[in-house]
């Protein structure tokens, strides 16, 4: 099945930094959703974007569908070590219902 | 309180057994979906289901089965011709399964061979 671009693989970044990451499709997206996933639990829903432009923040957390419909970034701002885990990017494409996942993006923060 | 419980957290096989990993959610969600997550890798969709006695294969449906008897139930079953069945799997839930619904995850189970 098709996966997400999902980049960068990893990030070490002091604490009080701003963070970025995005994902990017070959295919044109419906959706875009962030997940954050602590070790051993499930992914948990940060931020869902429904339409193409779209700008939503969620606390330190900001994250925009691409005007393209083929990518999406997250930002952090002014990271903390609780800010510690794995985020993935995720999306419906027009083809089907099943959520498409990116491989994920490990971020370590160091106080 | 609402969400999604899965059991047991972790469980244990032994060669050529079947086991049977529990996903129940109090949601009213009509689509559930079971995922297949290895290190470092994304999640794989194994099974879906949009409504109660209906489910489609996934990604990587072989050596795994499932069952919708209930709508607040989708077990997910890994039998013996599961070769590599390592992993930690997450059971997801959906209003709907339309491709705008936004999808929440349960705990997970980790399953380890013997």
């Known amino acids: 099945g098709q996966q997400l671009n999902q980049s960068p693989q990893s990030m070490f970044i002091q604490e009080g930094e701003d963070v970025s990451m995005n994902c990017t499709s070959s295919?044109?997206?419906?959706?875009w959703l962030w997940y954050k996933q602590d070790p051993g639990e499930g992914p948990v829903l940060l931020i869902a974007?429904?339409?193409?432009?779209e700008l939503t923040s969620n606390g330190r957390l900001t994250a925009q569908f691409g005007i393209t419909r083929k990518d999406s970034f997250l930002n952090i701002s002014a990271s903390i070590p609780s800010d510690v885990g794995i985020y993935f990017c995720a999306g419906h494409n027009q083809a089907g219902t099943a959520l498409i996942f990116g491989k994920g993006t490990t971020l370590s923060v160091s106080s | 309180d609402g969400g999604i419980t899965q059991s047991p957290k972790y469980l244990f096989r032994k060669e050529g057994q079947n086991v049977t990993l529990s996903c129940e959610q109090n949601?009213?969600?009509?689509?559930m979906y079971w995922y297949r997550q290895d290190p470092g890798q994304g999640l794989r969709l194994i099974y879906y289901?949009?409504?109660?006695?209906?489910?489609q294969k996934g990604d990587i449906a072989e050596g795994y089965s499932v069952s919708r008897e209930k709508k607040e139930s989708f077990p997910l079953t890994v039998t013996s011709a599961q070769k590599n069945p390592t992993a930690f799997y997450l059971c997801?839930?959906?209003?709907?399964?339309?491709?705008?619904?936004?999808?929440?995850f349960g705990p997970g189970t980790r399953l380890l061979v013997l």
């Open positions: 974007l429904y339409k193409a432009g």
């Open positions: 949601l009213n969600h009509d689509a």
């Open positions: 289901s949009q409504i109660v006695n209906d489910f």
């Open positions: 997801a839930s959906s209003i709907g399964a339309k491709s705008v619904e936004t999808q929440y």
């Open positions: 295919s044109i997206f419906n959706t």
